[in-house]
């Protein structure tokens, strides 16, 4: 949440609730980290560490040996050994599920003590660890295609003939009134010849706004711009063994073209394909008791509306819906936990604000691109539906001896305008490129015997270093500490010359900034944008753009990846705190003080001084 906007409908009289616990307690901006990307911002607060020390830096890393981009987070293998029968390879052990984080979760420590813990929904969480509580993994929690979520959509135009890029699109031939074809699943490692798992489906146009669709042996009703509920099917990898999925069906036309959006496939949590909480049977037992739910770690399918398959009022329910699934889950947690600890996090505010704060700027390139007038109020509406689940939260939490807290890992501003920073390295000598580009991604045309430095991924520039990356040129040491500084000192205060405004506040070295053993994975240089700026689509993933400048026209709109000072997020309690700034990583030492844990003393976060009349607490919530 956006602390300016916080204060603005407080003073509003839009967020009553949150006022109140204000004045109960405390309201104070909340410091994040270096860059102030979720996965980075999560693992600070729950392992109370700097970057350095917990080895996530941003969503994607690089492979230092072929400059492509990696998952920072989770690493996901097959078995190590396997057995030949036939047409089918039968894998010997579990699959190999490394979680790249490091650094034990501050709840690890607390159920050493025998404090139980309720982990909902945290970010850079899978595969899940044990500890004494149950957990439900977040953030980078997989589809089934093992994709960090992929969309199908299937239309009788041809693929040459949609305008879109991104998920998987598939040309179907409309036979009267019935269409078939298939969900489209994983790579089945379970035979010699490979190939792609399918799920049969059959749909029948039954209106121009209704259809019937038949999967697995289940017939569900489809109606014109509503979702489905979650859809269980599977696929047949072998005899006896199926993969269980889950999904949701959205009918877009049946006339003059038939237009049909499946979200990503996703892990079935009453049949979890791959752990997804611990224990296990946590997801069995939410699924079981409430319904199928959510699992994808990003399940707001942002790059379908970016691509515009999906309109704003679908977007918005699939967010509004997944923050439902969460609160009948920390409605639970609440209910059955006596003392212990109680963590849930919602996403709504996070992607709504991503995707519509082109409504509430009215400078922005997209504000009047595209999109539904009546959703001009997206975000205010956002903030008073938080409102309303604090003040759920605080009835449940009016004992003396429960804190309560409402925290967000950092703000948001508007984000107008992309900088190619592969370009700004090419126009200032540091990068050369074999051939133009040509929208070819992860740095495919670069001359890496002539570059000194290049960007990949949301967060900053890397140095081609000698015998670091596979083709680096230079030598560690005074050439490339150098380097950095030289570089540094270029892009802080880099201006806009199109709009003569600052586009980059200050560029920080990493060696600066970070401590500790996994330091030297991060990128060399972390950009701080500006408010309004941000690295742009193309320089992301690699690719290289003719211009240093470009406007955002994307629905994604709104951006927290920028320098930190200008996007802190907040923190709410029932009881005061005295510390003037306090940082995302003093929550967790703050949280074990208070059950008199000791922290560890490799934590950079400090216990925070909380006024609770010199009792511990039986039960906290975050």
Same mark, same amino acid.
């Given at each position: 949440?956006?602390?300016?906007?916080?204060?603005?409908?407080?003073?509003?009289?839009?967020?009553?609730?949150?006022?109140?616990?204000?004045?109960?307690?405390?309201?104070?901006?909340?410091?994040?980290? @270096?860059?102030?990307?979720?996965?980075?911002?999560?693992?600070?607060?729950?392992?109370?560490?700097?970057?350095?020390?917990?080895? =996530?830096?941003?969503? *994607?890393?690089?492979?230092?040996?072929? !400059?492509?981009?990696?998952?920072?987070?989770?690493?996901? /293998?097959?078995?190590?050994?396997? @057995?030949?029968?036939? +047409? !089918?390879?039968?894998? #010997?052990?579990?699959?190999?599920?490394?979680?790249?984080?490091?650094?034990?979760?501050?709840?690890?420590?607390?159920? &050493?003590?025998?404090?139980?813990?309720?982990?909902?929904?945290?970010?850079?969480?899978?595969?899940?660890?044990?500890?004494?509580?149950?957990?439900?993994?977040?953030?980078?929690?997989?589809?089934?295609?093992?994709?960090?979520?992929?969309?199908?959509?299937?239309?009788?135009?041809?693929?040459?003939? *949609?305008? !879109?890029?991104?998920?998987?699109?598939?040309?179907?031939?409309?036979?009267?009134?019935? =269409? +078939?074809?298939? @969900?489209?699943?994983?790579?089945?490692?379970?035979?010699?010849?490979?190939?792609?798992?399918?799920?049969?489906?059959?749909?029948?146009?039954?209106?121009?706004?209704?259809?019937?669709?038949?999967?697995?042996?289940?017939?569900?009703?489809?109606?014109?711009?509503?979702?489905?509920?979650?859809?269980? $099917?599977? $696929?047949?990898?072998?005899?006896?063994?199926?993969?269980?999925?889950?999904?949701?069906?959205?009918?877009?036309?049946?006339?003059?073209?038939?237009?049909? !959006?499946?979200?990503?496939?996703?892990?079935?949590?009453?049949?979890?394909?791959?752990?997804?909480?611990?224990?296990?049977?946590?997801?069995?037992?939410?699924?079981?008791?409430?319904?199928?739910?959510?699992?994808?770690?990003?399940?707001?399918?942002?790059?379908?509306?970016?691509?515009? =398959?999906?309109?704003?009022?679908?977007?918005?329910?699939?967010?509004? &819906?997944?923050?439902?699934?969460?609160?009948?889950?920390?409605?639970?947690?609440?209910?059955? *936990?006596?003392?212990?600890?109680?963590?849930?996090?919602?996403?709504?505010?996070?992607?709504?604000?991503?995707?519509?704060?082109?409504?509430?700027?009215?400078?922005?390139?997209?504000?009047? /691109?595209?999109?539904?007038?009546?959703?001009?109020?997206?975000?205010?509406?956002?903030?008073?539906?938080?409102?309303?689940?604090?003040?759920?939260? %605080?009835?449940?939490?009016?004992?003396?001896?429960?804190?309560?807290?409402?925290?967000?890992?950092?703000?948001?501003?508007?984000?107008?305008?992309?900088?190619?920073?592969?370009?700004?390295?090419?126009?200032?000598?540091?990068?050369?490129?074999?051939?133009?580009?040509?929208?070819?991604?992860?740095?495919?045309?670069?001359?890496?015997?002539?570059?000194?430095?290049?960007?990949?991924?949301?967060?900053? =520039?890397? *140095?081609?270093?000698?015998?670091?990356?596979?083709?680096? #040129?230079?030598?560690?040491?005074?050439?490339?500490?150098?380097?950095?500084? &030289?570089?540094?000192?270029?892009?802080?205060?880099? #201006?806009?010359?199109?709009?003569?405004?600052?586009?980059?506040?200050?560029?920080?070295?990493?060696?600066?900034?970070?401590?500790?053993?996994?330091?030297?994975?991060?990128?060399?240089?972390?950009?701080?944008?500006?408010?309004?700026?941000?690295?742009?689509?193309?320089?992301?993933?690699?690719?290289?753009?003719?211009?240093?400048?470009?406007?955002?026209?994307?629905?994604?709109?709104?951006?927290?990846?920028?320098?930190?000072?200008?996007?802190? /997020?907040?923190?709410?309690?029932?009881?005061?705190?005295?510390?003037?700034?306090?940082?995302? @990583?003093?929550?967790?030492?703050?949280? %074990?003080?208070?059950?008199?844990?000791?922290?560890?003393?490799?934590?950079?976060?400090?216990?925070?001084?909380?006024?609770?009349?010199?009792?511990?607490?039986?039960?906290?919530?975050?």
């Amino acid at each position: 949440m956006e602390p300016t906007l916080v204060e603005k409908y407080i003073a509003e009289g839009k967020m009553p609730n949150l006022k109140k616990l204000r004045d109960m307690g405390c309201f104070k901006r909340l410091g994040t980290t @270096l860059p102030p990307l979720s996965p980075v911002a999560w693992s600070s607060f729950l392992t109370g560490c700097n970057p350095g020390k917990h080895n =996530i830096f941003d969503f *994607l890393t690089v492979d230092r040996r072929n !400059y492509l981009p990696t998952l920072s987070s989770v690493h996901i /293998g097959g078995s190590s050994r396997s @057995l030949k029968i036939g +047409k !089918y390879v039968v894998p #010997i052990g579990k699959p190999a599920i490394r979680l790249l984080r490091k650094g034990k979760p501050f709840w690890n420590y607390l159920g &050493e003590h025998n404090i139980f813990s309720d982990i909902i929904r945290v970010p850079i969480t899978f595969p899940p660890e044990k500890f004494r509580g149950v957990l439900l993994s977040a953030m980078c929690v997989p589809d089934l295609r093992g994709s960090q979520g992929t969309f199908s959509f299937y239309s009788t135009k041809r693929t040459d003939e *949609l305008p !879109y890029t991104g998920g998987e699109q598939i040309h179907v031939v409309r036979e009267g009134h019935r =269409i +078939k074809s298939h @969900l489209v699943g994983p790579e089945n490692s379970l035979r010699v010849d490979g190939g792609v798992m399918k799920a049969p489906f059959e749909v029948a146009i039954t209106s121009k706004d209704s259809a019937t669709l038949s999967l697995c042996g289940e017939k569900i009703e489809l109606k014109k711009d509503e979702y489905t509920p979650w859809i269980r $099917f599977h $696929f047949k990898a072998a005899p006896g063994i199926k993969v269980h999925g889950i999904c949701q069906f959205l009918l877009k036309n049946t006339e003059p073209e038939f237009e049909l !959006y499946v979200t990503p496939l996703q892990i079935d949590p009453e049949k979890p394909a791959m752990p997804i909480s611990h224990p296990t049977v946590y997801s069995t037992y939410l699924a079981k008791s409430q319904g199928s739910f959510a699992t994808l770690g990003l399940a707001e399918d942002t790059w379908a509306l970016n691509e515009q =398959i999906l309109e704003d009022p679908s977007f918005l329910h699939q967010c509004t &819906e997944a923050d439902s699934e969460r609160e009948v889950m920390l409605d639970d947690a609440l209910s059955k *936990l006596k003392r212990g600890l109680v963590c849930c996090v919602f996403d709504g505010t996070d992607r709504i604000q991503h995707m519509f704060w082109r409504y509430i700027d009215k400078d922005h390139p997209g504000h009047d /691109g595209f999109g539904e007038v009546r959703l001009r109020n997206a975000i205010p509406e956002l903030y008073e539906r938080m409102d309303k689940l604090v003040g759920k939260t %605080m009835a449940k939490c009016e004992q003396d001896d429960t804190l309560l807290m409402v925290i967000s890992d950092h703000g948001f501003k508007t984000f107008r305008y992309g900088i190619d920073l592969n370009r700004w390295l090419i126009d200032n000598g540091y990068m050369v490129l074999k051939k133009p580009a040509e929208g070819e991604r992860y740095l495919a045309t670069v001359d890496w015997s002539k570059t000194k430095a290049y960007a990949l991924g949301l967060a900053g =520039i890397y *140095l081609n270093v000698a015998n670091r990356e596979s083709q680096g #040129i230079v030598n560690e040491g005074k050439e490339a500490d150098d380097l950095r500084v &030289e570089l540094c000192e270029k892009l802080s205060g880099l #201006i806009d010359p199109r709009r003569n405004e600052i586009a980059v506040n200050r560029a920080y070295s990493a060696r600066q900034s970070y401590k500790g053993p996994y330091a030297e994975h991060a990128p060399d240089i972390i950009v701080g944008y500006n408010e309004g700026y941000r690295v742009s689509w193309e320089a992301a993933v690699g690719d290289v753009t003719d211009d240093v400048f470009c406007d955002n026209t994307k629905a994604w709109s709104g951006d927290h990846c920028i320098d930190p000072k200008i996007v802190p /997020g907040i923190l709410f309690c029932n009881k005061p705190i005295e510390d003037a700034n306090p940082r995302l @990583l003093d929550l967790g030492p703050t949280v %074990m003080k208070l059950f008199g844990v000791n922290v560890p003393k490799h934590m950079d976060g400090k216990p925070l001084n909380v006024q609770v009349n010199g009792a511990a607490p039986k039960g906290a919530a975050a």
